[in-house]
């Protein structure tokens, strides 16, 4: 990896730094898995420039992300997730891999142009490139069948994003939309 220029990342340049939002809207399953449990939430997004990676002929910028969510109110976080954010200049396309610490492990991606301010993200089970993992029990439990997001920079200050996770709950026979939507404002440096 090599020291290099925000303009270097595409469409992720102006996402690298520290956001915080105060009004985000969880829908997820409740207790009963046949209800809606619906969550307001606070977050804190650190997406910190690690430079080029180089893999053979491939070139990718990254920033490397950590996220915490707590429900308004509470001072216990209820999600948390790790991974990257990567940009492909040369397919032109935007990645992003995670893990959530309750075993699943997503890599979505979409093609993007290099001055887009708005793009989505995809990954679906069983897809050899932009896919997902899950440990045993959420595979019998809550499948994750597919993941879809959409992103949109307002300005340098401000971005939004909107997330379906789709789940296979074992018992129900319709898809549940696990959304989250929120937006996130800089956290001015000191």
Same mark, same amino acid.
Do not use: C
């Given at each position: 990896?090599?020291?290099?220029?925000?303009? #270097?990342?595409? %469409?992720?340049? &102006?996402?690298?730094? $520290?956001?915080?939002? *105060?009004?985000?809207?969880?829908?997820?399953? #409740?207790? =009963?898995?046949?209800?809606?449990?619906?969550?307001?939430?606070?977050?804190? &997004?650190?997406l910190h420039p690690i430079g080029r990676i180089d893999n053979h #002929? *491939?070139?990718?910028? !990254?920033?490397?992300? =950590?996220? /915490?969510?707590?429900r308004i109110g509470e001072k216990d976080s209820f999600h948390e997730e790790v991974g990257y954010w990567l940009w492909d200049s040369q397919r032109q396309i935007v990645?992003?891999? @995670? $893990?959530? %610490?309750? !075993?699943?492990?997503?890599?979505?991606?979409?093609?993007?142009? %290099?001055?887009?301010?708005?793009?989505? &993200?995809?990954?679906? &089970?069983?897809?050899?490139? @932009?896919g997902i993992c899950s440990n045993p029990f959420l595979d019998q439990e809550f499948k994750t069948i597919k993941y879809e997001l959409h992103l949109t920079i307002h300005d340098e200050n401000s971005f939004s994003y909107d997330e379906d996770t789709h789940l296979s709950i074992k !018992? /129900?026979?319709? $898809?549940?939309?696990?959304?989250?939507?929120? *937006?996130?404002?800089r956290v001015p440096s000191s």
């Open positions: 990896m090599e020291n290099s220029n925000l303009l #270097d990342y595409g %469409p992720l340049a &102006l996402l690298a730094g $520290i956001w915080e939002g *105060q009004t985000g809207e969880d829908l997820a399953p #409740d207790d =009963s898995r046949v209800g809606v449990e619906k969550n307001n939430y606070r977050e804190r &997004l650190v #002929d *491939q070139k990718l910028y !990254g920033l490397r992300y =950590s996220t /915490m969510a707590w990645m992003r891999s @995670f $893990i959530v %610490p309750r !075993g699943v492990t997503v890599l979505a991606g979409g093609l993007v142009e %290099p001055s887009a301010l708005s793009f989505s &993200l995809s990954a679906s &089970l069983g897809s050899p490139t @932009f !018992g /129900m026979s319709e $898809i549940f939309h696990h959304t989250d939507k929120h *937006q996130l404002f």
